[in-house]
């Protein structure tokens, strides 16, 4: 008999994957998530396409984008019959002429991802009979999904109130220690469940000369006014850090292109209603290459803009000398 191991979405996912390898054949079974314009692959039975957790495709290149509105049915044994799978962009880019899929949704109804299976060659037409099983085993997963989801959220609310020991004393936002610390948590979430994150990285321009002219004190002022404006723009679920000195973060859990790009310009909008000067980078969590990669990303958008602020100035600065001259 099977050994069943239910003790997570992880390991639930690998046991039906595995079971319906056995059951039904199918060379790939997937579990994937969409977001966006991305559909993620989380986890994989694969026995002869290749495909590996963390791979990204394009959701309307795919047969359960049609799938999921109701456009073409869930079993195909012959995908290749029917209009929208013969002609979906996934077809020409590798060989499908069988197909199942069932959609994962969140308990608000939203959709999470799918699970599916592709198979090279056609099979009979009593693979149909299977629907309802297959209907169990995305209904389990869903189950599943969901309990985890919520404890997910739940965990994320205990640890903020465990770091307190991380705080930056002068903000009361996180330090780098806590940064760091969530950072890793929510790079584990995200492998597990494809979640989009955002990184920002925030750095005060001139907090130097404040403190060399006008006294630490007013130095002081300006990080909190900084601290202060990065808070409220924040959502509750966001990590909002002060790494030290002039340079904050902010980490933006399950957020979509539009939502970040949103934050953006809600940042600087905020900064600027503050009297806060400062260079703004950031980017978004890619399922190939994670968190760290987006930090880097983040910093050097940061870096770029800030040097092309400094040239900016040095060029203004000239013309003037240059118009007193004359």
Known sequence: ?????????????????????????????????????????????????????????????????????????????????????????????VNIQAYI????????GELFGTLCAI???????????????IEFMAALLNHILQIELKQTEQARQIERLQAKAMTDELTQLYNRGGWEHF???EEERSQRYGNLSAVYVIDLDGLK?????????AGDQLIQRAAEAL????RK???????????????????????????????????????????IGFALRHP????????????QQMYFYKRSKKTSRAELELDRRLETKH
């Open 1 to 93: 008999m099977t050994p069943w191991n239910f003790n997570s979405f992880e390991s639930a996912g690998q046991a039906i994957l595995k079971f319906l390898h056995q059951r039904l054949g199918f060379d790939l079974w997937m579990i994937t998530r969409t977001e966006g314009e991305d559909w993620i692959v989380l986890q994989t039975e694969d026995h002869g396409y290749g495909v590996k957790p963390g791979q990204v495709f394009r959701w309307a290149d795919s047969f359960c984008s049609h799938m999921v509105k109701g456009n073409a049915p869930c079993i195909a044994p012959r995908s290749n019959d029917i209009e929208l799978y013969a002609a979906a962009p996934i077809a020409k880019q």
């Open 101 to 108: 899929g069932q959609p994962l949704v969140k308990s608000d």
């Open 183 to 185: 950072i890793a948590l």
């Open 119 to 133: 198979d090279p060659n056609p099979k009979a037409d009593s693979l149909v009979q299977e629907k309802d099983l």
């Open 231 to 234: 808070r409220q723009v924040a």
């Open 237 to 279: 679920s966001d990590v909002v850090a002060r790494l030290g000195g002039d340079e904050f973060s902010i980490l933006s859990i399950e957020v979509d292109h539009a939502g970040a790009e949103s934050l953006f310009e809600r940042i600087g909008q905020a900064l600027t209603e503050a009297q806060v000067s400062a260079s």
């Open 209 to 217: 000369e404040v403190n060399d002219t006008q006294g630490h004190a």
């Open 288 to 299: 190939s290459f994670g968190l760290q990669q987006a930090i880097s990303q983040a910093d």
